[in-house]
């Protein structure tokens, strides 16, 4: 079932807390796992696009995830396929920061 870690890690009694900080922490591996690839996979691909990206990084999760559940290793669960496809996501949005920044000094630099 999607969302298990969210709710292990978090409680609602009594407003929002963190009820378990080692699920909570899992969850921040999974999705930093993945933001390098989001980064990085852009700067390797001719046809650019969020998209393209995200789709790249959830087949490599759910690869990940295929070969822990028929091989019995590890626990293979929807929640590392979200968390994962997120840090892609993350990633990327770090790419297209860092190449608005780039165009955005090279427009600068030009103008001068």
């Known amino acids: 079932m999607p969302f298990t870690a ?9 407003g929002l807390r963190i009820a378990d900080a080692d699920s909570l922490y899992q ?7 993945f933001v390098p690839l989001g980064l990085l996979l852009p700067m ?7 998209f393209r990206t995200l789709c790249l990084g959830a087949l ?12 019995g290793m590890g626990a293979a669960e929807t929640d590392d396929l979200i968390h ?6 993350l990633g990327y949005g770090l790419y297209a920061l ?15």
Do not use: P
């Open 84 to 89: 994962n496809s997120l840090g892609t996501g």
């Open 6 to 14: 969210v709710r292990k890690a978090f409680s609602t009694e009594g």
């Open 27 to 33: 969850i921040f591996l999974n999705v930093m796992l």
């Open 60 to 71: 490599l999760s759910l690869a990940i995830e295929a070969v822990q559940y028929f091989f």
């Open 44 to 50: 390797t691909l001719v046809r650019r696009s969020f």
């Open 98 to 112: 860092q190449r608005r920044c780039s165009l955005m000094r090279k427009k600068q630099t030009n103008n001068k």
